[in-house]
């Protein structure tokens, strides 16, 4: 009992204090929801005419959600870089809790951010015509939060390297928003290039978009056939978190060492 108490009470405080810090500064709070709303009605309402047969905005709509996860996750890691400069970090690090303990507390600190963040964008969802059931916004929820940790941990690892916020929205931009452009939220995987749709087949953020689109307006979603399934986007949902939580929690250790030795 005291073991668990020693490793998830850093971790519960960890996460208290990324929540409570986001939600104080409201220019990260806009900065986060803003951009794709803006993003979805403007890209949804000039490419409406393309998609003959169907709603682009409704289409856009899940890949959306998963923007904003996608930006949130940016925003809150950057704070693994503020904390870095004003010496918290350090004194975090010297103390005596387990680098898992503390990759936990910042990763799901700024997973629980994403969540609410998106979940502020699933209000508005019966407006566009969802049909989720009960069992489809369970499904739903648990897809958006798992990649919210997912890609929150994918931050952290990019941001625990980095030195400087404005490198680091330089790597993000990089190499997070190609994972969103070939995630299937602005065209199907199916009409892509055979070599693009490689490409999209191997991004975990495909799997979210569809799994996403499949709690919105699939309705019985359960009964689908089609591939991927719910329970196969969840398992690459769950996989894409071990590993990038696993490989954030050996990084947090190396960077421990190394503050020691220092």
């Known amino acids: 009992m005291k073991h668990n108490q020693e490793f998830f009470w850093p971790a519960y405080s960890l ?25 979805w009605f403007l890209i949804g309402s000039g490419l ?5 047969g169907s709603n682009y905005l409704i289409y856009l709509f899940p890949g959306t959600l998963v923007m904003i996860v996608l930006f949130t996750a940016i925003f809150s890691t950057i704070s ?14 010297v103390a005596p809790i387990a680098p898992a303990s503390v990759a936990l507390g910042k990763i799901l600190g700024g997973a629980m951010i994403a969540f609410l963040q998106s979940m502020i964008f699933v209000i508005i969802a019966p407006m566009l015509g969802a049909s989720f059931t009960f069992l489809g916004f369970v499904f739903l ?19 625990w390297k980095m030195d400087s916020t404005q490198g680091f929205h330089s790597v993000m931009n990089l190499f997070l928003m190609p ?57 690459v949902s769950l996989l894409f978190c071990a590993v990038t939580f696993s490989a954030a929690v050996l990084s947090c250790s190396k960077k421990t060492i190394g503050e020691n030795i220092l």
């Open 179 to 235: 994972m969103w452009f070939l995630s299937g939220s602005l065209f199907p995987v199916e009409g892509a290039p055979m070599w693009l749709k490689c490409v999209m087949l191997f991004n975990p953020l495909t799997y979210s978009v569809t799994a996403v689109r499949m709690g919105l307006f699939s309705g019985n979603f359960i009964v689908l056939r089609s591939w991927p399934g719910p329970l196969f986007c969840l398992a």
């Open 15 to 39: 996460c208290k204090r990324e929540v409570v810090r986001f939600f104080r500064q409201r220019s990260r709070v806009i900065g986060a929801i803003v951009p794709p709303l803006v993003f």
């Open 48 to 52: 409406g005419n393309s998609f003959r």
């Open 141 to 159: 929820l648990a897809i958006l939060f798992l990649s919210a940790f997912g890609l929150t941990g994918l931050g952290f690892l990019i941001a």
């Open 80 to 93: 693994i870089i503020e904390d870095r400069r004003e010496g918290f970090l350090q004194s975090v690090l």
